[in-house]
T-cell receptor
Framework: AQSVTQLDSQVPVFEEAPVELRCNYSSSVSVYLFWYVQYPNQGLQLLLKYLSGSTLVKGINGFEAEFNKSQTSFHLRKPSVHISDTAEYFCAVSDPVRGGYQKVTFGTGTKLQVIP | SAVISQKPSRDICQRGTSLTIQCQVDSQVTMMFWYRQQPGQSLTLIATANQGSEATYESGFVIDKFPISRPNLTFSTLTVSNMSPEDSSIYLC??????????FGAGTRLSVL
């Protein structure tokens, strides 16, 4: 079974500064990778996904992530954060879907706090 | 993407009572999922609900405590039975698409006194 590690439980960052949220997953031949965001009092919303192809994935709200197979990482980045980016971010992984459902495993989340 | 509506959005319940959470999807889906998000923790899958069959529960979750109904392809309910303070959590309904991308409702925030 896949596992996901988000080492940082909280990341404070000043507004307009860059940010990187780290995610590492357990090794596998191939994986699907996701980042979700959860704003206060809301459900999870998909930010971006990696299924195959280019290792640099662009998502909504100016976020991007890079799939690094050798380091089994999928770190999330944004060059300049806004107050509205304050939320909790979850990394998730699954085995590739082949004719059926593959269980998605979520990390423990990283709370991004943007400081004015 | 799917639009998922959950009710209630939050509730405060007394110990020993039960709460039924409803999940409505704007399109027909084969599989629906129920997750629990305990304070400060990640999402834990409770069960997978397919229309017309019994729900499949994950390790640590049992039907007597979390009965699930799935009467049609757009609706499901999760009941949290005989509640205790340890059941205080956010409960999330989810569906997936063909690429295994999951879409979530806004969640039900449950506090048990």
């Amino acid at each position: 079974a896949q596992s996901v590690t988000q080492l940082d439980s909280q990341v404070p960052v000043f507004e307009e500064a860059p940010v990187e949220l780290r995610c590492n997953y357990s090794s596998s031949v191939s994986v699907y990778l996701f980042w979700y965001v959860q704003y206060p009092n809301q459900g999870l919303q998909l930010l971006l996904k990696y299924l195959s192809g280019s290792t640099l994935v662009k998502g909504i709200n100016g976020f991007e992530a890079e799939f690094n197979k050798s380091q089994t990482s999928f770190h999330l980045r944004k060059p300049s954060v806004h107050i509205s980016d304050t939320a909790e971010y979850f990394c998730a992984v699954s085995d590739p879907v082949r004719g059926g459902y593959q269980k998605v495993t979520f990390g423990t989340g990283t709370k991004l706090q943007v400081i004015p | 993407s799917a639009v998922i509506s959950q009710k209630p959005s939050r509730d405060i319940c007394q110990r020993g009572t039960s709460l039924t959470i409803q999940c409505q999807v704007d399109s027909q889906v084969t599989m629906m999922f129920w997750y629990r998000q305990q304070p400060g923790q990640s999402l834990t899958l409770i069960a997978t609900a397919n229309q017309g069959s019994e729900a499949t529960y994950e390790s640590g979750f049992v039907i007597d405590k979390f009965p699930i109904s799935r009467p049609n392809l757009t609706f499901s309910t999760l009941t949290v039975s005989n509640m205790s303070p340890e059941d205080s959590s956010i409960y999330l309904c989810s569906v997936k698409d063909s690429a295994n991308i999951q879409y979530f409702g806004a969640g039900t925030r449950l506090s048990v006194l």
